[in-house]
């Protein structure tokens, strides 16, 4: 999966959407000041939280993602890296979230949305992923996953049909951007691969294509809680949708709010980003 391939249309993709960053917001204020996103794009969450007078590290694999993250904070007057006079508001690390290692280990929040864990594609690699969070945490620190509620009867309906998911003007290249979405569900492995094709119509009459595969691996309301179990978290909430509400077998969202258990002692560590 490119994501350095997808950068240039991510924000597009994000401008209007801000369902998340409320919630978000809200428990990063209740866990504390320090808060740690996986998966950060190019900031879409960590610049509000960062108005809201968070320290944030976002964390993300892909370089030109975290480029355009870069740029976007020093426009609104942040510095991406560690201050003269102390930390900086927000640090950018190019890591894999199933494997990465801070010199933070007292970090009062971590949050991983809009499906960002789904692009995990196996067990034992989401598992990974949230033991590294784990081990970055305090005690007691909090943990804040979004994922999409599976609906299985619709997946299987919509497997393999294309469909114009948006479309928008961009900016900067002055192109027409269609986003074209397939999405094909395997669900004996709980995967659903979407291909996107990004057609850009320029001004003068050139027209581009760029095909994405994204591989999702989706989760069921108990999976994620025994995951987080064997993690080393105890799970708080599980919301349905971002007001809050109590999750149900037909909400749209899988929100699950865990809190940070003592971690078990003698894990062997390496030597700090």
Same mark, same amino acid.
């Given at each position: 999966?490119?994501?350095?391939?997808f950068? !240039?249309?991510?924000?597009?993709?994000? !401008?209007?959407? !801000?369902?998340?960053?409320? &919630?978000?917001? *809200? /428990?990063? +204020?209740?866990?504390?000041?320090?808060?740690?996103?996986?998966?950060?794009?190019?900031? +879409?969450?960590?610049?509000?939280?960062?108005?809201?007078g968070?320290q944030?590290?976002?964390?993300?694999?892909?370089?030109?993602?975290?480029?355009?993250? +870069? +740029? *976007?904070?020093?426009?609104?007057?942040? @510095?991406?890296?560690?201050?003269?006079?102390?930390?900086?508001?927000?640090?950018? $690390?190019? @890591?894999?979230?199933?494997?990465?290692?801070?010199?933070?280990?007292?970090?009062?929040?971590?949050?991983?949305?809009?499906?960002?864990?789904?692009? $995990?594609? /196996?067990?034992?690699?989401?598992?990974?992923? #949230?033991?590294? @969070?784990?081990?970055?945490?305090?005690?007691?620190? &909090? #943990?804040?996953?979004? #994922?999409?509620?599976?609906?299985?009867?619709?997946?299987?309906?919509?497997?393999?049909?294309?469909?114009?998911?948006?479309?928008?003007?961009d900016?900067?290249?002055? @192109?027409? $951007?269609?986003k074209?979405?397939?999405?094909?569900?395997?669900?004996?492995?709980? #995967?659903?691969? /979407?291909?996107?094709?990004?057609?850009?119509?320029?001004?003068?009459?050139?027209?581009?294509? /760029?095909?994405?595969?994204?591989?999702?691996?989706?989760?069921?309301?108990?999976?994620?809680?025994?995951?987080?179990?064997?993690?080393?978290?105890?799970?708080?909430?599980?919301?349905?949708?971002?007001?809050?509400?109590?999750?149900?077998?037909?909400?749209?969202?899988?929100?699950?709010?865990?809190?940070? *258990?003592?971690?078990?002692?003698?894990?062997?560590?390496?030597?700090?980003?």
């Amino acid at each position: 999966m490119n994501f350095d391939a997808f950068a !240039r249309f991510y924000d597009g993709d994000y !401008r209007d959407y !801000r369902d998340d960053i409320p &919630l978000v917001l *809200k /428990t990063a +204020r209740a866990a504390g000041r320090d808060a740690l996103e996986l998966g950060c794009g190019t900031g +879409r969450v960590l610049l509000p939280l960062a108005d809201g007078g968070c320290q944030v590290i976002g964390l993300d694999t892909s370089m030109a993602l975290l480029a355009i993250a +870069r +740029r *976007k904070l020093a426009k609104h007057g942040y @510095a991406s890296e560690t201050g003269v006079d102390g930390p900086a508001p927000v640090r950018l $690390v190019q @890591a894999d979230m199933t494997n990465f290692q801070l010199a933070e280990r007292e970090i009062d929040f971590a949050f991983v949305v809009s499906n960002t864990l789904m692009h $995990v594609t /196996t067990q034992a690699e989401q598992l990974k992923a #949230l033991q590294c @969070a784990h081990r970055h945490l305090r005690v007691g620190g &909090l #943990l804040l996953i979004d #994922l999409f509620n599976p609906d299985v009867a619709y997946l299987e309906a919509i497997s393999g049909n294309q469909e114009l998911a948006d479309w928008w003007d961009d900016e900067e290249s002055g @192109a027409q $951007v269609l986003k074209w979405s397939t999405r094909y569900l395997d669900a004996a492995r709980q #995967l659903q691969e /979407t291909v996107f094709v990004y057609e850009e119509i320029f001004p003068d009459g050139r027209n581009e294509q /760029t095909r994405l595969a994204f591989p999702l691996r989706f989760w069921w309301p108990d999976e994620g809680a025994m995951l987080l179990e064997r993690a080393g978290f105890a799970l708080d909430e599980l919301y349905g949708d971002f007001d809050g509400s109590p999750y149900r077998s037909d909400s749209e969202r899988l929100i699950f709010i865990a809190r940070k *258990k003592p971690a078990a002692r003698g894990v062997a560590g390496r030597e700090p980003l």
